[in-house]
């Protein structure tokens, strides 16, 4: 099976010398093309901090990551971008939606950076909005919206250029359970129709129970076998 993402003995500082804080120490796993991979792990155990490191959003202080078979610590500014904008979808636990544009426009956005044509960007969006209960909200704003609502806007986002992968920070937040479920149901297509693969941070059992796989952070450390 491809290896999507592989993490060998990733180590995350902060700071300096006596004054540095380490968040992860000796990080090493694979993530699998197609695999739906769930992060355990209690608040302040680095979920977060792996999951920017993983997102090419931050770097780490030690170790090596491969994603696709390449080295990030070979990439340049501009390439990273790239990855970021075509490849990589990301949910995050507080949406972080563009406050000026509408519901339409902030899931249209990938789309519209990776030069989709109008066409294409309405057919997509408009599946989607219907696909996650959003369509009789496509001209809101995000302040108009409930925080399921931007949640669900932002799984959206994420998903709407297929990326082969997806970061996803607590999915469920803000959703009952109706709306997390059609959340989960819609990553699974796209999990299963086109081979991306999920790296899911979350403490939602329902969530977990649905992953392939799990691997337990505490302390910075993996707790489990990955």
Known sequence: MDRRLELEAITKRYGRD?????ALQDISFTLFAGEFLAIQGPSGSGKST???ICGLIDNPSDGDYYLNGVSVAQLGVSER???RRRD????FQRHQLIPAMTVYENIAYPLLLNGVTPKQIRHDVNQLLDTMGLEHRRKHLPKQLSGGERQRV?????LIKRPQLVIADEPSASLDH???HAGLQLMRKLNQAYGASFLVASHDPFVIDHCDRKIELLDGRLETPA
């Open 18 to 22: 006596k004054n540095s804080i380490t």
């Open 50 to 52: 792996l999951l920017n």
């Open 81 to 83: 971008c790239t990855y």
């Open 88 to 91: 990589i979808g990301f949910i």
């Open 154 to 158: 932002g799984i959206a986002r994420a």
């Open 178 to 180: 109706q709306h997390a």
